[in-house]
RNA sequence: GCCUCCGUGGCGGAAUUGGUAGACGCUGUGGAUUUAAAAUCCAUUGAUCCUAGAUCGUGCGGGUUCGAUUCCCGCCGGAGGUACCA
């Protein structure tokens, strides 16, 4: 019966506020064209990342970034911006569809219900998003626009010359085939050994493999003919215009390694009457060459007439390398390959060289084919130490080191003309020798490789494209026929055909006598990549956004104002968004070239562990719990509070306590308890001036408006629970003082304060009103402390006048006793006044 | 191995153009209020010397400086990313 007393009402007055809200529309922004809509204004867009609304609900890590954006979007609000904060659904995805397999229940059905508690979710937690702007990415009216911008590729090449996408119908006009067409085509279809799960029965990108292998899913290596898009040809625009971007440089790291770009060169060696070209970053060291390494996979060796002692050395290992994927390869630490029976010829000095088969050289990197220069590459080195190789000097090392496995820079040696050139020189004057002779030349490489787009799902975007049935030429859907959707099925279980479960449905396949429908789906990342684009607009029939909103709500240097989302994303979806905005870019839907202008990634939220959330520790933390137990505001101050917004955290519900207990303690500067436990009014808030409250109270405008400019919101909460210490000490408090700190609370804890605000009669919302206006002038002190050390160590402290000179701070310095005590015997040496700070007697 | 970041009380963390280290909160301890509890309030809470006051103290070792948590060099430890990428 004796339920837990409450330190405030919170369970009545959030819910109350937060269907005011609703009804009111109070966070809706009107756009371009719309009613309501004030041009004058300066706009601000600010974007969480949207969730995938899984089963599980809502994690305590959801409400960080949302709070942290929550409060700047009020905060911007309050300062005069039309503030974009809308939220959405990333609801393709895998768990809908797997739950289908199992249980019958259309993933449409189970989306929604899903959808359906993420909102619930987040609108308990007071969001200021305005709902009107909603997207759901398996919407049709959303699939549609993901479908023409995926047409927008398909219909697009990229020019080598111009570095931009430009429409394909330019080559056409050219007179250029299908044929080669397609070999420049953004989006293409292309038949490589894929990363096939027989578990999931569909195929994965190179970068999801590890998460669904950690998830018990099999994979493996087999090759299919898939689509691809070639984000490969904006490898250095992704690199280069990464640059300006106001993102955190770790992030910016993440994704320049990811690219991963290698000056070098290209070499041409002759292999028995055939041309082989490597990839090398050190052509400095051609000289050391002594051997050279294809990969398994090297086309070439179908050519090569090397006998058949050989040639059963060749085929076994290529088998035993076949099973293998890439991340196989690279546990297994040992060296293997076998020497292929063929030799090549070094360009630079005609010596002939042995050519070997290995796996630790790649198809998919560079040539597939290095030169092997032992003395100067670790895993050379290594292999060439196993299979007994030479292994010859070409590099004197700077300093004291073995020249054996020296990998750095140096002194050319035994290079011919080479010789004596320090590393830098002897590159570029032997790409210059390659050039001159037309046996190689100048080289960027990246580790970036196309992105591989088609999924074989049935709860996924389908291809707009044809097939035609006896040309076997491919072909887009009409624009007017978009969305297409997946047809209605019963029974999702994966055919085990590696064209997707599509294929069954052989009405929807079969478009026309001559045509058919391809069967692929986008990966999920295909809605996640332009939906920042569509919350401008979301409700146009005609375009994927008007041109007056993508004026309106994008900047130039960036689309969006500031991004924020976890870092698990800083790769692949960030990376893939900037592909496909450029590409937007180029064609001139966007006057933009990158989309987030700004970007910070929230830090993980541990479990009271210490370790990661997780089912299995048992450490996970259910938002809905902590709002039943303390509410929102104390949920969302405590997610602040906890420390930095970019650093990891363990979670402590003390600390929600903590906070729960600040909120209570304001609440409590209006009311007071009675005996039966309702509230009255305090009677402390009273008309009247207080100068010392009014200086704190500006203190605290100045250290939360820093706090939120810096996202450091712990600091502004700190400022805002001394602010209220000293309230709750005075007694009585000027109206006008608590209704400036309850603005300064507002983007914080936007229910209390409302509630505050209305009981104290006041009939405007405060998150409506206008931010406070900081009076320096309050903030000026006649006094100041004045710290005096000696030789360093504090030893007193003075109380000054803020104007004092220096000639008298340093004059009353020496005299102060403590100081003296310190000083007696000594010699002064040296004083340093610092204005209003201290005064540092140097004595010995 | 490489890239990026981090290392401050019992805990989360404050303190940046180098200037009082430990703000604010949690925990602990003592007290007030209460029939009791909840809630609330007050004091105290880096270590050592066991009062004063002093000494030590921001991972370790150096350096620059009147002065270093902050800047520089070299280590140690941790986190994340990536990895036979030629």
């Avoid at 300066?42 to 929550?70: C, N, Q, R």
């Avoid at 993933?107 to 997207?135: H, K, M, S, V």
């Avoid at 049935?458 to 969305?483: I, N, R």
């Avoid at 009405?507 to 920042?532: F, H, V």
Wanted: net charge negative; aromatic share 12%.
């Amino acid at each position: 019966m004796s339920e837990k007393r409450k330190p405030y009402p919170f369970d009545l007055f959030e819910p109350k506020w937060q269907s005011h809200w609703a009804e009111n529309k109070t966070y809706r922004t009107p756009g371009p064209g719309e009613e309501g809509f004030d041009a004058s204004k300066p706009k601000y867009y600010i974007l969480d990342m949207f969730p995938y609304p899984s089963g599980a609900g809502l994690h305590v890590g959801h409400p960080e970034g949302y709070t942290a954006t929550d409060i700047v979007g009020r905060y911007k609000r309050m300062n005069g911006f039309n503030v974009l904060h809308p939220m959405g659904w990333d609801a393709f995805g895998l768990p809908a569809e797997q739950y289908a397999i199992k249980t019958g229940t259309h993933p449409r059905i189970t989306t929604e219900a899903n959808t359906n508690n993420f909102r619930r979710q987040l609108q308990e937690l007071g969001f200021g998003y305005d709902w009107d702007r909603e997207i759901n990415t398996t919407d049709p009216k959303y699939v549609r626009w993901t479908q023409w911008i995926f047409l927008q590729l398909y219909h697009s090449y990229f020019c080598d010359e111009d570095q931009k996408a430009k429409p394909v119908s330019e080559l056409e006009a050219k007179g250029w085939s299908q044929k080669d067409i397609d070999e420049v085509r953004l989006a293409f279809i292309h038949e490589a050994p894929v990363n096939w799960s027989p578990s999931m029965g569909t195929v994965l990108a190179n970068e999801e493999v590890e998460e669904w292998k950690k998830k018990g899913e099999t994979v493996e290596r087999r090759p299919l003919r898939q689509w691809m898009l070639r984000i490969t040809k904006y490898a250095q625009r992704l690199i280069d215009e990464l640059e300006p971007l106001d993102w955190p440089e770790s992030i910016k790291a993440l994704q320049r390694n990811w690219i991963g770009r290698s000056e070098g060169a290209e070499v041409t060696f002759d292999v028995e009457g055939n041309d082989v070209t490597v990839f090398t970053t050190r052509p400095d060291t051609l000289f050391g060459a002594t051997y050279m390494v294809l990969a398994p996979e090297h086309p070439l060796l179908d050519e090569l007439d090397v006998g058949d002692d050989f040639d059963d050395d060749i085929i076994k290992y290529q088998e035993s390398c076949a099973n293998k994927s890439d991340m196989e390869r690279g546990l297994d630490k040992e060296k293997t390959g076998v020497f292929t029976g063929a030799f090549a010829t070094n360009p630079v000095n005609g010596e002939k060289i042995p050519v070997w088969i290995a796996d630790y050289v790649m198809m998919g990197y560079g040539s597939g084919a290095i030169m092997a220069v032992p003395a100067h590459d670790s895993r050379d080195f290594e292999f060439a130490e196993k299979f007994g190789l030479p292994i010859l000097q070409v590099v004197q090392p700077n300093g004291d080191h073995d020249w054996q496995g020296y990998t750095d820079s140096g002194t050319a040696t035994n290079s011919g003309f080479l010789d004596g050139l320090k590393t830098k020189d002897a590159k570029k004057k032997i790409i210059h020798w390659l050039v001159e002779n037309e046996k190689g030349e100048k080289k960027i490489q990246f580790k970036l490789r196309d992105w591989l787009f088609s999924r074989q799902r049935y709860w996924g975007e389908p291809f707009p494209l044809l097939w035609d049935k006896e040309t076997g030429q491919h072909s887009a859907v009409p624009e007017s026929e978009l969305p297409l959707l997946q047809p209605e099925m019963e029974d999702f279980k994966p055919t085990g055909d590696p064209r997707g479960p599509l294929i069954n449905c052989t009405d929807w396949i079969n478009y026309s006598e001559k045509l058919q429908r391809e069967t692929n789906t986008m990966p999920q990342w295909a809605g996640s990549c332009w939906y920042y684009l569509r919350y401008c607009d979301p409700d146009n029939t005609e375009n994927f956004i008007s041109p007056d909103a993508e004026n309106y709500w994008g900047n130039d240097d960036g689309f969006v104002d500031f991004y924020v989302g976890g870092k698990e994303h800083a790769v692949l979806h960030l990376l893939y968004s900037r592909f496909w905005h450029k590409v937007l870019n180029d064609l001139g839907h966007v006057k933009s070239s990158e989309p987030f202008k700004k970007y910070f990634a929230p830090g993980l939220i541990m479990g009271e562990d210490g370790q990661k959330m997780s089912k299995s520790l048992g450490n996970v933390v259910n938002p809905d719990d902590v709002v039943e137990l303390y509410g929102a505001d104390s949920l969302r101050l405590y997610e602040m509070f906890m420390g930095p917004l970019d650093q990891d955290k363990p979670w402590a519900m003390k600390g929600v306590e903590g906070v729960h207990r600040f909120l209570a303690k304001v609440w409590r500067v209006a009311f007071l308890e009675e005996s039966e436990g309702g509230w009255v009014s305090s009677g402390k808030i009273v008309e009247g001036e207080n100068a010392d409250l009014a200086k704190v109270t500006h203190q605290t405008i100045k250290r939360v408006e820093e706090a939120i400019n810096t996202l450091r919101f712990n600091t502004g909460i700190s400022a805002m629970m001394e602010c209220t210490n000293a309230y709750t000490a005075a007694g009585e408090i000027p109206r006008d003082l608590f209704l400036t700190f309850l603005k300064l609370l507002s983007p914080f804890a936007p229910h209390l304060v409302e509630e505050i605000n209305a009981t104290l009669g006041e009939t405007e919302l405060v998150s409506e009103q206008a931010w406070p206006v900081l009076d320096e002038s309050l903030l000026v002190e006649s006094e100041i402390q004045l710290i005096v050390q000696v030789n360093g160590k504090l030893r007193a402290r003075m109380t000054v006048p803020a104007d004092i000179s220096k000639e008298d701070a340093e004059a009353r310095a020496l005299a102060d006793p403590n100081v003296t005590t310190h000083t007696d015997g000594k010699t002064v040496r040296k004083v340093i006044v610092v204005p209003r700070k201290l005064v540092n007697i140097v004595a010995n």
